[in-house]
């Protein structure tokens, strides 16, 4: 049994067994204990208190989703939008809850995110808007200290690691006919440069490829073909430990509705299962002979169906998943930690990631470029000129791969990892 109990019902269960995975403390209880700290919503606060208080729970760590009046016994919280400034210099931008008028467990510029009273950790935090958010680290570093107080046996975290993601490399079809891809002699070089930069920071970057691709009459054809170059300077890469790859479909394209003379790019997403399978064992296949065979797979946009995911699960592939509270490794799912383009990112500010992984929680990043995704949206000229141009310098992915404190897995072994800790709970 976890030495963590849910209310029956409540809201945040699925946080709350998130949390037991991520420290490796069992399945969460759905019944107090003296020795066990409650998690939940500010509605459950009062009984959650209380209980505490009793002697009928060790403590409780409540997540207060918004802001509000002061209701004992929850202070006032309220809005506040911008750039937080937490301890050790750690800046994330976005939207927070913060407590009026108590003593701070976890404070920034903006003001007090976390505070500690009557045996409870209150955190202006809600687990379904703020997971995959950089701007909730300070949560996840509070609860952990909360919970090495309050737990004889402490928490049991995962050590500092994580995976990095690159997809639709070297191209894809949907890219070919939004005269978006780049040439096999760009993209060669880019493999190889990223490969270095890699290997010098001791990080596997996990490429997600797919199989096929477009001639120049729109004819499908194998990805070597349009791309040779980079094909082979990615085997290179794998070979020499810098890449693991990650299958990413056949076409990465819906061919009906390519036919109708429309473009959809989720191409599982419809499939029935003979038909799914059968482009899961082309991919492969291609994947074998061209690369390594892999053991994952990401549809475009998560997009499986029903039977994309079931095929997958028959031929032994571990599916990625979009980011969502509760284990991170379910059922032959990896669910992502971090959503693509790190939103709450300030600036080249990325020490939130060592502060997550420093805590057991795994930074996993996905994108899609040498800058993380929608980065661009966000940086005009005439915006942030200075940090524009140091990032075309240097991109995120290279800034990201060299951080220190954070080993960066090929996906085969960071799996293997989170499996030996979920079996460890």
């Known amino acids: 049994m976890s030495p963590l109990y849910s209310p029956p019902g409540s809201a945040i269960s699925a946080w709350a067994r998130g949390l037991a995975w991520l420290w490796a403390l069992g399945e969460v209880s759905a019944v107090p204990g003296a020795g066990l700290v409650g998690v939940g919503s500010e509605a459950e606060a009062g009984e959650l208190i209380r209980m505490t208080s009793a002697g009928e729970?060790?403590?409780?760590?409540?997540?207060?989703?918004?802001?509000?009046?002061?209701?004992?016994?929850?202070?006032?919280?309220?809005?506040?939008?911008?750039?937080?400034?937490?301890?050790?210099?750690?800046?994330?931008?976005?939207?927070?809850?913060?407590?009026?008028?108590?003593?701070?467990?976890?404070?920034?510029?903006?003001?007090?995110?976390?505070?500690?009273?009557?045996?409870?950790?209150?955190?202006?935090?809600?687990?379904?808007?703020?997971?995959?958010?950089?701007?909730?680290?300070?949560?996840?570093?509070?609860?952990?200290?909360?919970?090495?107080?309050?737990?004889?046996?402490?928490?049991?975290?995962?050590?500092?690691?994580?995976?990095?993601?690159?997809?639709?490399?070297?191209?894809?079809?949907?890219?070919?006919?939004?005269?978006?891809?780049?040439?096999?002699?760009?993209?060669?070089?880019?493999?190889?440069?990223?490969?270095?930069?890699?290997?010098?920071?001791?990080?596997?970057?996990?490429?997600a490829v797919c199989a096929e691709a477009l001639d120049d009459e729109r004819r499908r054809v194998p990805l070597d073909r349009v791309w040779p170059r980079s094909v082979a300077a990615l085997r290179e890469g794998i070979e020499g430990g810098a890449y693991e790859p990650v299958c990413h479909g056949l076409l990465h394209l819906d061919t009906e509705a390519l036919a109708r003379g429309e473009i959809e790019f989720r191409e599982f997403a419809t499939l029935d299962a003979a038909e799914a399978g059968r482009r899961l064992d082309l991919a492969l296949a291609w994947q074998e002979r061209h690369l390594t065979r892999p053991t994952t797979f990401v549809a475009p946009a998560w997009a499986y169906g029903e039977a994309g995911d079931a095929e997958a699960a028959e031929r032994g592939l571990v599916r990625w998943y979009r980011a969502r509270p509760g284990p991170l490794l379910d059922a032959g799912r990896l669910h992502e930690t971090l959503i693509g383009e790190l939103p709450g990112i300030h600036g080249l500010d990325y020490t939130p990631l060592q502060r997550l992984a420093a805590v057991g929680l795994p930074p996993m990043i996905a994108m899609h470029g040498a800058l993380l995704d929608a980065r661009m949206v966000h940086l005009s000229p005439r915006r942030n000129p200075v940090l524009l141009a140091r990032l075309l310098a240097r991109r995120d992915i290279t800034r990201i791969m060299r951080l220190p404190g954070i080993q960066w897995l090929g996906i085969g072994e960071f799996v293997d990892r989170l499996r030996e800790h979920g079996a460890s709970g």
């Open 57 to 207: 729970l060790a403590g409780a760590v409540i997540a207060v989703r918004g802001p509000g009046p002061a209701q004992p016994p929850l202070p006032a919280r309220r809005r506040a939008v911008g750039i937080a400034e937490f301890d050790r210099g750690t800046k994330v931008e976005g939207e927070f809850t913060v407590f009026d008028g108590r003593d701070a467990a976890v404070e920034s510029s903006l003001g007090t995110h976390a505070v500690e009273a009557d045996g409870a950790l209150l955190l202006g935090h809600d687990p379904e808007r703020d997971w995959g958010r950089l701007d909730s680290f300070w949560a996840y570093e509070a609860i952990a200290a909360f919970l090495r107080d309050r737990l004889p046996g402490g928490i049991s975290p995962l050590p500092p690691v994580g995976a990095l993601r690159l997809d639709d490399i070297p191209g894809i079809a949907l890219h070919q006919l939004q005269d978006r891809a780049k040439g096999d002699r760009r993209q060669t070089m880019r493999i190889r440069r990223t490969a270095r930069r890699l290997r010098a920071a001791g990080a596997v970057l996990n490429v």
